[in-house]
């Protein structure tokens, strides 16, 4: 038993950090605003999503599970709501100067 | 090498690397956001180093409420930072101003490096005292108890800080409400953030202040949060900041500073010294002396970050 939940563990865990992975190789190499924005919020959903799943089975107790849930609601609210800033602010300031969405530093 | 000493390597080889870069960015605003990963990068640190009060002090502090305030001196400086930077200081400022820095650094290096090994530490004796206050977080002991003048001095710091922050107001202003007014779409994001998130922050800020007794956190943490959440609020336009000459506000200010310094009085009088609580009642005194600062903190922390009058007192 104990073992199958270690392997849930792993698989989620490294998947979660597979997708942190792939998050930050978007931010770093995307070209624009908006789908920087799009990579970044797939490594707050998905991957604390999937390392919060793989720790579940690791929680001493349901008060500490729920604990974890709860972080990664928080970080879903947080992140999505940074992100309609983020993404308002870029699409208004393009809109000023007339062009596409705005083209970050190479 | 263990797993655990590999992930402290890296994580010291990432703060180290971050500092460099806020140090190294030009400009203003990315110095700011690097200065913020750095604060949240030091909390972990301290968790490492299991010094969890400290952790959540930095994370709420350094993390947190500095980064507002940074980014928010960084947009008023943005009008000015193309000529700021045009003009660089001469060679000899320059270099003794690195020179002093190094100085500095290796000052502090000399100084944990040269460190009786063990250190010198009034741990053990702390700890040995836990008994006499009946809280079980040794941390809030010591600054409740053991150093309560420190702590009651600290919070009269921040008051004067505000008093700083206040006088710099012009005269016709004096009184008014603090920072511009914000504006923000009552139906957008963040408006919506502001109404979701309050309820839940204060929820944690109580839980904070209250486990803080027996467990890592306390007053100070909890108010920040609590500042946090108002900060929110104001930003997003749903309330505005308090005028700075509202009598129930400065009662407020002044409510933690003062039941601290009538609980000390108190022992002076019953007790034996200034601030020396009855064995007996010293857990619902601390716990009472917390309560009303974690409501003078986060008043002081919100309004320090809302900084002087900018609005006149009438609407």
């Known amino acids: ?106 | 090498m263990t797993i655990a000493s590999a992930l402290e390597i890296a994580l010291a080889a990432v703060v180290l690397g971050v500092a460099v870069w806020t140090i190294a960015a030009h400009e203003t605003s990315a110095a700011v956001v690097g200065f913020l990963a750095y604060g949240l990068l030091l909390a972990l640190v301290w968790v490492r180093l299991d010094a969890v009060d400290v952790a959540l002090a930095e994370a709420a502090i350094g993390g947190g409420l500095s980064g507002v305030l940074l980014l928010g001196a960084a947009a008023r400086l943005r009008p000015a930072e193309a000529a700021a930077t045009t003009e660089r200081p001469g060679r000899i400022p320059r270099l003794g101003a690195g020179m002093l820095s190094a100085l500095v650094a290796a000052a502090l290096a000399a100084g944990v490096l040269l460190l009786p090994d063990p250190a010198p530490t009034l741990a053990p004796a702390a700890a040995a005292n836990a008994g006499a206050t009946g809280l079980g977080n040794p941390v809030t002991n010591v600054l409740m108890a053991f150093r309560a003048l420190d702590t009651l001095l600290e919070k009269v710091v921040l008051l004067l800080v505000l008093v700083g922050v206040w006088s710099l107001a012009p005269d016709r202003l004096w009184g008014g409400r603090p920072g511009p007014r914000h504006e923000a779409d009552p139906l957008g994001v963040l408006a919506f953030l502001a109404r979701l998130l309050p309820p839940v922050g204060i929820v944690v800020g109580i839980y904070i202040l209250w486990v803080g007794a027996n467990h890592p956190g306390g007053a100070f943490q909890a108010g920040t949060i609590l500042a946090a959440m108002w900060l929110l609020v104001m930003m997003a336009g749903l309330t505005d900041a308090p005028a700075v000459s509202s009598r129930r506000l400065r009662l407020v200010l002044i409510a933690g500073p003062a039941v601290f310094i009538a609980v000390g009085l108190a022992g002076l009088g019953i007790g034996t010294a200034f601030l020396a609580y009855p064995a007996a009642q010293a857990k619902p005194l601390i716990v009472a002396i917390e309560i009303a600062m974690t409501l003078t903190i986060a008043t002081t922390l919100g309004l320090l970050i809302a900084g002087a009058p900018e609005q006149s007192e009438e609407r």
């Open chain 1, 1 to 106: 038993m104990s073992v199958a939940l270690d392997i849930v563990t792993i698989i989620a865990v490294s998947a979660g950090a597979f997708f942190f992975l792939a998050g930050t190789v978007g931010l770093l190499r995307f070209p624009d605003t908006l789908t920087r924005l799009h990579a970044l919020t797939k490594a707050d959903n998905l991957g604390l999503g999937l390392v919060v799943l793989g720790l579940l089975p690791q929680a001493g107790s349901p008060r500490d599970g729920l604990k974890l849930v709860c972080v990664w609601l928080l970080v879903l609210l947080a992140g999505a709501t940074v992100s309609q800033l983020i993404a308002a602010l870029a699409s208004s300031e393009s809109g000023q100067r007339g062009d596409s969405i705005e083209r970050g530093p190479p």
